[in-house]
């Protein structure tokens, strides 16, 4: 499976995220595949050994550079739940996402 | 459940997002859900919606405990992006795990002030609507989005219309800054809910010409309002964000809307006879 996450939003919010990483490749790097990213700050994840593609941030149109990945996952701290929990840490906001949809996607399978 | 659904990006987006609402609805067992958007007017005469929620920031807010889940899926950052010919509707309805449903957005009801928009000149003649520019707009801010629009199109358009319909008005939709088509009658909105002031003078009109943009999505909401609109394939396709029920006409040219007024005027003329 190739997966693209994509991360918005802020420098310091995409390099939290990069704790995920290693967690990520475990559980949808089959195959040995690494995740890829989507992301407006590249350079974050340059020379990272566990990241597979680097995209761009992309517009509205069909994108057919996107069409290699099999999912394009994305899920957004800021307009979830983690908003109406006041010590919810925020990478345990996206490890709870990523797991639920990994059971989800596991199921299918 | 109690359940926030977040709705980002632009007007049109958020109104064709409207069509999910009775889904949701059932999904969630409730008469009634809420929203966080950027377009609070949009949604609060809806007799479906309970609430709205201003887009608020990163930090914690209590008041948002009432709900049981927020609720926010971004098409434009998911596998719709991929997707060549998925309609926009079908990537949230899959997202949210509802059945898919067909586009139709609706506004429940729309009512505006006559203070709150006002047309550049008295317009007492029947008359048509037309948007050419659109914006890429984000969080309620207007943002010109400069993609395919050509003034000299629908100059010549407009002139083709008069020439064979000369007791027609034509009224554009456009911000103060865009382009002014020569002869036609701004709509202007003097607050940001007074754009849904264009609602009832699409209803009194005689027709709709447009590009895929936020008059499209209104036009969508009046039922039966022939609506002719004009799509750069290279950018969007009606397929993926548009309305079978209007008259989509179609060119693939990279940088701009390429059809020939001749082509649009032909459809118009034919589908009003």
Same mark, same amino acid.
């Given at each position: 499976m190739k997966n693209l996450f994509v991360v918005v939003g802020g420098i310091g919010k995409n390099i939290i995220w990069t704790c995920?990483?290693?967690?990520?490749?475990?559980?949808?790097?089959?195959?040995?595949?690494?995740?890829?990213v989507m992301t407006p700050w590249p350079f974050v994840f340059y020379n990272n050994e566990n990241i597979d593609f680097i995209e761009p941030l992309a517009g509205f149109p069909f994108?057919?550079?996107?069409?290699?990945?099999?999912?394009?996952?994305?899920?957004?701290?800021?307009?979830?739940?983690?908003?109406?929990?006041?010590?919810?840490?925020?990478?345990?906001s996206w490890q709870k996402v990523m797991e639920s949809i990994q059971i989800f996607k596991r199921s299918l399978i | 459940m109690k359940n926030l659904?977040?709705?980002?990006?632009?007007?049109?987006?958020?109104?064709?997002?409207?069509?999910?609402?009775?889904?949701?609805?059932?999904?969630?067992?409730?008469?009634?859900?809420?929203?966080?958007?950027?377009?609070?007017?949009?949604?609060?005469?809806?007799? #479906?919606?309970?609430?709205?929620?201003?887009?608020?920031?990163?930090?914690?807010?209590? #008041?948002?405990?009432?709900?049981?889940?927020?609720?926010?899926?971004?098409?434009?950052?998911?596998?719709?992006?991929?997707?060549?010919?998925?309609?926009?509707?079908?990537?949230w309805a899959d997202a949210y795990?509802?059945?898919?449903?067909?586009?139709?957005?609706?506004?429940d009801p729309p009512v505006v002030g006559d203070d709150c928009f006002e047309l550049s000149e008295k317009c007492?003649?029947?008359?048509?609507?037309? #948007?050419?520019?659109?914006?890429?707009?984000?969080?309620?801010?207007? #943002?010109?989005?400069?993609?395919d629009y050509r003034l000299d199109l629908v100059e010549k358009l407009n002139a083709k219309i008069k020439s064979k319909f000369p007791n027609l008005s034509c009224v554009c939709f456009r911000h103060e800054y865009e382009p002014k088509p020569s002869g036609t009658i701004t709509f202007k909105s003097k607050i940001e809910s007074g754009v849904l002031g264009i609602l009832p003078l699409i209803v009194?009109?005689?027709?709709?010409?447009?590009?895929?943009?936020?008059?499209?999505?209104?036009?969508?909401c009046v039922k039966d309002k022939p609506t002719f609109v004009l799509w750069n394939t290279n950018q969007t396709t009606p397929s993926r964000i548009g309305y079978d029920f209007q008259e989509n006409i179609l060119c693939d040219t990279e940088l701009c809307i390429d059809t020939?007024?001749?082509?649009?005027?032909?459809?118009?003329?034919l589908a009003l006879k």
């Open positions: 995920l990483i290693n967690e990520l490749n475990y559980n949808y790097g089959q195959c040995g595949d690494k995740i890829s994108n057919e550079q996107l069409t290699k990945f099999d999912d394009i996952i994305y899920f957004e701290p800021y307009f979830s739940d983690f908003l109406k929990y006041k010590d919810k840490h925020i990478l345990n | 659904y977040v709705v980002m990006g632009g007007l049109g987006k958020a109104l064709l997002w409207t069509s999910l609402i009775p889904s949701l609805c059932e999904k969630d067992e409730v008469e009634k859900i809420s929203v966080m958007s950027p377009w609070p007017w949009l949604f609060e005469k809806h007799n #479906q919606i309970e609430g709205h929620e201003p887009l608020l920031d990163f930090r914690y807010f209590p #008041q948002l405990e009432i709900y049981d889940k927020i609720i926010y899926h971004e098409p434009y950052l998911s596998d719709y992006l991929k997707e060549k010919d998925q309609h926009m509707l079908d990537n795990g509802i059945e898919r449903v067909s586009p139709s957005p609706r506004l007492d003649k029947p008359y048509y609507v037309i #948007q050419f520019t659109g914006g890429m707009m984000r969080e309620g801010m207007h #943002q010109l989005c400069p993609r009194k009109s005689e027709f709709v010409v447009c590009i895929d943009s936020a008059l499209m999505h209104f036009a969508a020939s007024a001749d082509e649009v005027f032909d459809i118009i003329e």
